[in-house]
């Protein structure tokens, strides 16, 4: 019953959300439901006492297998047309060696989707907080790497071609609030979701008559869960943007991952994923240093896109109840979660662990020779002859330098001492600070102060309620 297979799952998916999503741990939080509509039916007197402390005791037994046999539940779905159909009867059939009586109560009034919902919900809850767990392990360690790196200046990239001077903490820090606002809204998700599915047949809740409204108060209470206005059968937004905020933070994911493993070519050697044996090995090559959590990671922001449009398609229901969309979502919304918490696993180690090289951030940066400034010499000179004419001789400087194998200093210096109006516009003083890249860098450590400032007044704020 599990929603993935095969020897590569734990690669790419985290193995606790896979576990909180299988056939068994769906099972027991189906359980947790059952035994809790008992014992709110039995407070507000909709059936005895003693029917629902069985009841509650069968459902809580260490054994799962004494209880339900997963392999016939998942044969019998197939027929049945969802999981419940055969677990309540299974469940039923074990309430009733303990007492025969007692097995007359089981699933009094519920639907079947009721009790799988409500399932979903305490699943997502706990999937939820793994995924905060290491959406933090991430956050952090960007912070960490935007306050040490702040001041290492590299090479900013535009359509991957040097462009100008930046830090590698403006790089983290990016990182650092895409990660944030997603973390963000999966709470807030997390938080809308954690609701009462409790409707009935239809969602009027008939079955129960006056008893109604104390029986879903009290199971609300019972599951920590809160109470909706009305049963959300047919209604699936709120799945929906849970499963849309993890198809964001995947492609956030994605943009860390493709930055580090780009930055992290032989070429290039500016990062380097965290060492250690037997980690991105080749089965041939003894030297490759393969970036294989960056793999993992864009992996998953390929695969998790698509699953999130099921979510998005399935929310057009029919009416009251719903024929193909909600069924659509059972395998769906556990393998975004897993996936999701698969790449995060895999970012926040890289993360931690990230080598940095700043030696060849500098060596990259000074690889044109200077021509990343060039910027900063037609702004200088434009303050003098204005902005078109600099660039034209700027641009100029720029051809003869690659031409002819120059620094951009020295031939913008040549440039402008063959013009008689432009002769002497830049010392040679100006020339070398116009040529140093630091001095380039514009508001970079001020990006990371702010960034870093706003993270960090964030997490002393009082949580939301």
């Known amino acids: 019953m599990s929603s993935q297979s095969g020897l590569s799952e734990t690669i790419y998916a985290d193995a606790l959300i896979l576990s909180l999503f299988s056939g068994e741990g769906t099972v027991r939080q ?252 080749s089965s041939t090559m003894p030297h490759k240093r393969n970036p294989v959590g960056c793999a993992a990671i864009l992996a998953a922001a390929v695969r998790i896109p698509p699953l999130v449009s099921t979510m998005l398609s399935g929310m057009v229901q029919e009416h009251e109840r719903a024929l193909g969309g909600w069924q659509a979502e059972w395998d769906v919304l556990p393998q975004i979660a897993a996936l999701a918490g698969g790449a995060l696993r895999h970012l926040a180690g890289v993360l931690e662990g990230l080598e940095v090289n700043p030696r060849r951030m500098s060596q990259n940066l000074d690889a044109t020779d200077g021509l990343v400034l060039a910027e900063a010499y037609a702004l200088a000179l434009g303050a003098r002859i204005g902005r078109l004419r600099a660039h034209e001789l700027i641009e100029r400087a720029s051809r003869e330098a690659v031409g002819r194998n120059w620094p951009l200093k020295k031939a913008v210096r040549e440039v402008l001492e063959g013009d008689a109006d432009t002769r002497g516009l830049l010392g040679d003083d100006e020339l070398d600070r116009l040529g140093d890249p630091a001095g380039y860098i514009g508001e970079a450590p001020a990006i990371c102060d702010r960034v870093l400032a706003r993270w960090q007044a964030a997490q002393n704020e009082p949580a939301a309620s």
């Open 30 to 281: 189906m359980l947790v439901v059952e035994a809790a509509l008992a014992r709110a039916q039995a407070q507000c007197g909709v059936i005895p006492a003693d029917a629902a402390r069985i009841i509650h005791d069968v459902c809580h037994g260490d054994d799962i297998a004494a209880i339900v046999d997963l392999d016939a539940i998942e044969t019998a779905a197939a027929s049945a047309g969802n999981i419940a159909i055969p677990f309540v009867k299974q469940l039923t059939a074990a309430v009733a060696q303990a007492d025969a009586d007692a097995a007359r109560y089981v699933h009094w009034g519920a639907t079947s989707q009721d009790i799988m919902d409500t399932a979903l919900v305490l699943q997502i809850r706990q999937a939820a907080a793994r995924l905060d767990q290491d959406l933090k392990r991430a956050v952090q360690a960007c912070a960490a790497l935007t306050a040490a790196h702040r001041d290492t200046v590299m090479v900013g990239r535009t359509w991957l071609q040097h462009a100008l001077p930046t830090t590698f903490g403006v790089k983290t820090a990016g990182w650092l609030e895409a990660l944030e606002r997603s973390r963000q809204r999966l709470l807030q998700d997390a938080a809308q979701m954690a609701l009462l599915q409790f409707g009935g047949a239809a969602g009027t809740l008939a079955s129960l008559g006056p008893a109604a409204p104390c029986v879903a108060r009290t199971l609300a209470g019972e599951l920590g869960l809160a109470l909706p206005a009305m049963a959300w059968h047919t209604h699936r937004d709120r799945l929906a943007n849970l499963a849309a905020t993890l198809g964001v933070l995947a492609g956030t994911m994605g943009k860390i991952a493709r930055d580090i493993s780009l930055m992290a070519q032989t070429e290039i050697g500016e990062l380097s994923e965290p060492a250690a044996p037997g980690r991105g090995g």
